[in-house]
């Protein structure tokens, strides 16, 4: 029987409303963007990140974040993104922050990767 990984990604204007809650149940994955040259919106950023994660229906998911527009002077590393979502807070579930450029496509297939190995694994050992 074959297997599907159902992730769902945001989009700014769709948190905004209330609308994503309906997308939130049955998800084995969170992508969550982050616009790497935007230093200054980084705190809305973490907030709207930690709203979501504190949803009951996402407790068993894991958290991939792009840390978009590398290509771009001045961008933020995936360390310096992974310090200002404090990441490192987040004992319970897996996560991982890769560089990206949406741009040029540089970075998506390695985050997608991750997402499957991880869930696939997930699967396969029932625990996450």
């Given at each position: ?95 991982y922050v890769q560089a990206c450029c949406a741009a040029t496509g540089e970075g998506l297939v390695e ?18």
């Open positions: 029987m074959r297997q599907y990984t159902r992730f769902f990604t945001l989009a700014y204007p769709l948190l905004n409303s209330n609308l994503w809650r309906h997308y939130l149940q049955n998800n084995d994955a969170l992508i969550f963007l982050v616009d790497s040259s935007d230093k200054e919106r980084f705190s809305e950023a973490r907030e709207e990140l930690w709203g979501l994660l504190e949803q009951d229906e996402l407790r068993h998911t894991c958290l991939l974040v792009y840390a978009n527009k590398q290509d771009l002077p001045g961008a933020a590393n995936p360390s310096q993104v992974t310090e200002a979502m404090d990441l490192f807070k987040l004992k319970d579930r897996r996560w985050g997608l990767q991750w997402v499957a190995d991880t869930v696939r694994e997930k699967k396969r050992t029932r625990v996450f």
